[in-house]
Nanobody, 124 residues
Framework: QVQLVESGGGLVQAGGALRLSCAASGRTFSSYGMGWFRQAPGKEREFVAAISWSGGNLSYADSVKGRFTISRDNAKNTAYLQMNSLKPEDTAVYYC?????????????????WGQGTQVTVSS
């Protein structure tokens, strides 16, 4: 099994930045593609960014492209989401997810493991 723990959320003013971390347990982190999703109050969970197991392929939601950067450090069993130029509409609980597979995935159903989520609040 894979256990995922997010950290780095908090309260930030619009235009600010945060970096989320996702620490994975076990010895097989490099075998999994990683994704970040978010869920705002009253809304469905939505895709934010994904990175392949090799780190060579990236995908971003249009709403965050150019502002967010997903990365991973397999030696540290950790994935990251650098969030710059934050907007109030970025406010949500952010979830880290892991999946087996070669291709990128943007659908929640394609992910096998989920973290508990970390709150990101952006004030205007």
């Amino acid at each position: 099994q894979v256990q995922l723990v997010e950290s780095g959320g908090g309260l930030v003013q619009a235009g600010g930045a945060l970096r989320l971390s996702c620490a994975a347990s076990g010895r097989t982190f490099s075998s999994y593609g990683m994704g970040w999703f978010r869920q705002a109050p009253g809304k469905e969970r939505e895709f934010v960014a994904a990175i392949s197991w090799s780190g060579g392929n990236l995908s971003y939601a249009d709403s965050v492209k150019g502002r967010f950067t997903i990365s991973r450090d397999n030696a540290k069993n950790t994935a990251y989401l650098q969030m710059n130029s934050l907007k109030p509409e970025d406010t949500a609980v952010y979830y880290c997810a892991a999946r087996a597979g070669i291709s990128l995935a943007t659908m929640t159903g394609r992910y096998d493991y989920w973290g508990q989520g970390t709150q990101v609040t952006v004030s205007s």
